[in-house]
């Protein structure tokens, strides 16, 4: 049971290239979330989902697209990334019924040059 | 607009005492909120939850308390170990508004052997 995972770790990109983070969870969660975590300002929702083939804009969607073919994977994609986007990415996933905890991977630390 | 407020980033506690982490939001809709606590390069972890129609929440050394009028958590460890040093994130979500989470910005505790 590896939980949450991410792919990949870190990366590097110049601005204006594109990318795309895979999320995979193992527990049959129907919720899946990504967010981005900058100094100072905590957690920030990008895009989330509450079941397969359905995906809802998070706080900061913009310039990002998400999309969830899968109920186990969900995956985040930079179309032509900016200096802005330079950030550390988790994704989570959940149960339908409380307790609404969410189980985090171990994120993505993506630099934008 | 930040509607999860943690006003002190950082909070040093000698071992053995008492470690008390607060939390302040905006929205009278949220009616559950959570504790997290991360550890540098990893993804956060849940602590502890509570929902609004309960003032109090315990499990083992950790308490959330809830003042619904103030719109105000707290965390509680007790007693504090080494082992707690890491940045602890609250959060809170409107269920009949949807499924996001809202996150402050983190302290960072630091426990003193």
């Known amino acids: 049971n590896a939980g949450v995972t991410q792919t990949p770790k870190f990366r590097v990109l110049k601005t204006g290239q594109s990318m795309t983070l895979l999320c995979a969870q193992d527990m049959n969660h129907e919720y899946m979330y990504w967010y981005r975590q900058d100094p100072g300002m905590g957690l920030r929702l990008i895009h989330y989902s509450v079941g397969e083939g359905t995906t809802a804009k998070g706080e900061v969607p913009d310039g990002y697209n998400v999309s969830r073919l899968k109920k186990q994977n969900f995956l985040l994609g930079l179309e032509s990334a900016a200096p802005s986007q330079t950030s550390v990415y988790f994704c989570?996933?959940?149960?339908?019924?409380?307790?609404?905890?969410?189980?985090f991977g171990p994120g993505t630390r993506l630099t934008v040059t | 607009d930040q509607q999860v407020k943690q006003n002190s980033p950082s909070l040093s506690v000698q071992e053995g005492r008492i470690s008390i982490l607060n939390c302040d939001y905006t929205?009278?809709?949220?009616?559950?909120f959570l504790w997290y606590k991360k550890y540098p390069a990893e993804g956060p972890t849940f602590l502890i939850s509570?929902?609004?129609?309960?003032d109090k929440n315990e499990d083992g050394r950790f308490t959330v308390f809830l003042n619904k009028s103030a719109k105000h958590l707290s965390l509680h460890i007790v007693p504090s170990q080494p082992g707690d040093s890491a940045v602890y994130f609250c959060a809170a979500s409107a269920s009949r508004t949807g499924n996001q989470f809202y996150f402050g910005t983190g302290t960072s505790l630091t426990v003193i052997p």
């Open positions: 509570i929902s609004s129609i309960k």
């Open positions: 929205n009278s809709m949220f009616d559950y």
């Open positions: 989570a996933s959940r149960r339908s019924i409380e307790p609404y905890e969410q189980y």
